[in-house]
């Protein structure tokens, strides 16, 4: 079992910049890749981001590519999401999860509660 909990989210202004964190317990955070979705109001859960192992392959949704950037401390068992030149579009709940590498929430057997994140525009 691993439990995740996310942190970071909050209001921030159109092309300011948010790092949202994973704080993972319970079995070995780093046995697992490691996911980021996003779900807005009204629509469904989408893929943001993705990482194998500590140092291992990214993938990102285009809708974010350059702006996000997803990383990993074993030492600390968190994962963390930088996200940059926010936009309005980026308003959600994030999720963090883990399970095996992968762009399809299917994927991913662990997720955290969710945190806000808001941009104004």
Known sequence: QVQLVESGGGLVQAG???RLSCAAS???FGGYAMGWFRQAPGKEREFVAAMVGSNGG???ADSVKGRFTISR???KNTGYLQMNSLKSEDTAVYYCAAGIFS???K???YWGQGTQVTVSS
């Open 107 to 109: 994927g991913y057997g």
């Open 73 to 75: 401390d074993s030492a």
């Open 26 to 28: 319970g079995r070995t």
């Open 58 to 60: 990214t993938v990102y």
């Open 16 to 18: 300011g910049s948010l």
């Open 103 to 105: 762009t399809s929430y």
